[in-house]
């Protein structure tokens, strides 16, 4: 009766197995041995240190945390959120310091394509996208996700209107319609500008201010990272749309500059909690779009303003492509960052990283007899 | 109304996981299926939107009698794990619709019909309690039976325990049973008991805590959670920080633009 029965092995060996236990206790009216046996239950003695439950190890290694269940559509939406928030500010500067006029209209567009995109993604994103106007009952403080609903309502609206504005009054000749379209505009300007530097920057607070170790880490880099990013990008549209006001490349070589500083931050803060920022799919997406986003574009723009001509502006348009991706996959690393740090429950627990790699581990079990 | 907790007493529990089945039946929810996890007996390893009591097997080495196993076995505890119900839920801070709320029993309950699936409370819990089950689109988790508390009855697995492993009755009262549980333990010779209530963290304690055997980071019950709310101060002056950058930055661009290049 020593016989282990594999589960898996099919539900008739089990019922087998069943009767015949009844059998034996009809007949006997005991039954000795054992009933069905987990594969893996109990461990074998010779299992590995870092398979087993213990104070060193945690519950089998088994994570603690749940990772993000967010899909594409988030990282993707703190892209065109971050873009489209800077581009406000933007639009609403060039239009103070009476820049080109072809550009504010730009400037607004992109700020109301973003704003009608990013609502589309994060109801895309809800388990049951039909309730997503559940998001405004009620305006917590406390709850990053809920103001950036409310932000995200103010911002689109405002941009929209905006847009829609710039797109008819050629048309129409608003202007000569009387004041009160220009105190609606100044209004709606005036929203956009607040709703957009925190749309640009609240989704670095929606994911530090959480359970995830490497996103709350870094809560206090977050909101400047990605408003760095999200302004690189807006720059970076604008010129790829043919503006070449040397403002654009002069806030690109900002945000560059403060991606290639927040790149270094990371790379030179020795801790296992940002071990998923350095090691692996989610570690080599970050450092790609850390580079694509930070040193790449920072020299290219800052060398094209010693060169000239066509040069000149190929080298910016290189730029702006490069810190574009580098938006993207740097949006994308810090979700997979974030699911890589959920599934290592050594962080939350206190314990101290493995202090072996699992390939060592597991050629030494090949070595000691089974 | 009496705030209610759990008192979840792994030195009675025989790993039976009827608490497991009376939560599913009472509740309607799904079963996770016949299959063995490879890590003791153990079907799901965690919690999660269809598991809302999960059974810890934590196997040690052999230690003849320890928690009554035969001799040449090895020693194991079990121990039902459960949402901790805390005193500051980082769910329901977190909760954007206001799905998730308090009950009157002190219970954190998530209102399906209210929930639209946006999951950011699964990244706010700090145990891992919370998931958003796919299939269905909305996150799940324990409601404290919530149901038959209105009704003046015990939670299902409470109910269907076999050894009253799993307690439940008033907080202060369990909270002070459990220590009690804990001195008469050690008396008796069980120097490694201890109850896992983290009172000092921010979460302030919780609604349903347990009492261990070794350590408590053996059964993935982490030394001190912290609520995520405590990082929104510094993840918010840091936003302001970025919001100026970005409107000075924009500003000395477009002022300085005019003599451009």
């Not at chain 1, 740097?330 to 974030?338: D, I, K, N, P, S």
Request: aromatic fraction near 8%; hydrophobic fraction near 40%; proline fraction near 6%.
């Amino acid at each position: 009766m020593s016989e282990i029965y594999v589960p898996d092995a099919g539900g008739h060996l089990r019922e087998a197995r069943l009767h015949e236990l009844r059998r034996e206790a009809e007949r006997n009216g005991r039954v000795d041995g054992h009933g069905i046996r987990a594969a893996g239950a109990p461990l074998p003695p010779n299992a590995r240190v870092d398979a087993r439950a213990s104070a060193e190890n945690g519950y089998y290694g088994v994570p603690l945390l749940k990772a993000p269940q967010w899909k594409w559509e988030i990282p993707f939406y703190f892209f065109t959120g971050g873009f489209a928030g800077a581009a406000s500010i933007m639009a609403s500067f060039a239009k103070l310091t009476r820049a080109d006029h072809e550009l504010v209209r730009d400037a607004r567009l992109l700020a109301a394509i973003g704003g009608s995109i990013s609502p589309a993604l994060l109801i895309a994103d809800l388990g049951m996208p039909s309730r997503f106007l559940n998001m405004l009952r009620v305006f917590k403080f406390q709850s990053p996700m809920s103001m950036g609903s409310w932000t995200l309502v103010a911002f689109s609206s405002s941009t929209a209107g905006l847009s829609f504005l710039d797109l008819t009054r050629r048309r129409f000749d608003l202007y000569r319609s009387g004041p009160g379209l220009r105190v609606l505009e100044n209004a709606a300007e005036f929203l956009s500008v607040i709703s957009g530097a925190v749309l640009a920057t609240y989704t670095g607070v929606l994911i530090g201010a959480t359970a995830v170790p490497v996103w709350n880490e870094n809560v206090g880099i977050l909101p400047i990272h990605f408003a760095a990013s999200g302004m690189g990008t807006a720059a970076s549209l604008l010129e790829l749309r043919g503006h070449q006001a040397p403002a654009l490349n002069g806030l690109g070589i900002a945000s560059a500059a403060v991606e290639t500083v927040v790149g270094a931050s990371i790379e030179l803060r020795q801790k296992p909690v940002l071990n998923p920022l350095k090691k692996g799919k989610s570690g080599w997406l970050t450092r790609i779009g850390g580079m694509l986003a930070g040193p790449l574009p920072l020299a290219l723009r800052v060398w094209s303003l010693f060169a000239g001509g066509r040069r000149k502006s190929n080298l910016r348009k290189v730029a702006a492509v490069s810190a574009v991706a580098g938006s993207v996959v740097t949006r994308f690393a810090w979700v997979q960052a974030g699911k890589a740090s959920a599934d290592d429950p050594r962080i939350p627990l206190q314990l101290p990283p493995a202090p072996a790699s699992t390939e060592q581990i597991a050629s030494a079990s090949e070595i000691s007899p089974a | 109304m009496t705030i209610t907790a759990f008192l979840t007493d792994s030195t009675l529990c025989i790993g039976c996981k009827a608490c497991e089945v009376a939560c599913k039946e009472w509740n309607g929810i799904k079963a996770d299926g016949f299959q063995w996890t490879g890590k003791s007996y153990d079907n799901t390893l965690a919690l999660g939107h269809s598991t809302w009591r999960h059974v810890k097997f934590v196997e040690g080495e052999i230690d003849a009698g320890r928690g009554g196993n035969a001799p040449g076995e090895l020693s194991w505890e079990f121990s039902s794990d459960v949402c901790k119900h805390c005193e500051n839920a980082g769910c329901l801070e977190a909760c954007p619709t206001g799905a998730i709320v308090r009950t009157e029993f002190g219970g954190v309950y998530i209102q399906p019909d209210v929930c639209n699936g946006c999951a950011y409370c699964v990244v706010a819990c700090p145990f891992g309690v919370v998931e958003r089950n796919e299939a269905d689109g909305r996150a799940f988790k324990c409601t404290f039976c919530y149901d038959r508390q209105k009704d003046g009855l015990k939670p299902a697995c409470a109910t269907a325990c076999p050894t009253e492993s799993i307690k439940f009755g008033n907080l202060d009262d369990l909270r002070q049973e459990g220590r009690e549980r804990v001195e008469k333990l050690k008396a008796k010779g069980l120097a490694d008991v201890e109850i896992y209530d983290p009172v000092d963290s921010s979460v302030g304690g919780i609604h349903a805590f347990f009492i261990v055997r070794g350590d408590p980071k053996a059964y993935n019950l982490p030394p001190k959670p912290e609520i995520p709310t405590v990082y929104l101060r510094k993840g918010w002056t840091s936003a302001a920080v970025a919001a100026g950058m970005m409107l000075g930055g924009a500003l000395l661009a477009f002022l300085g633009g005019g003599r451009g290049r």
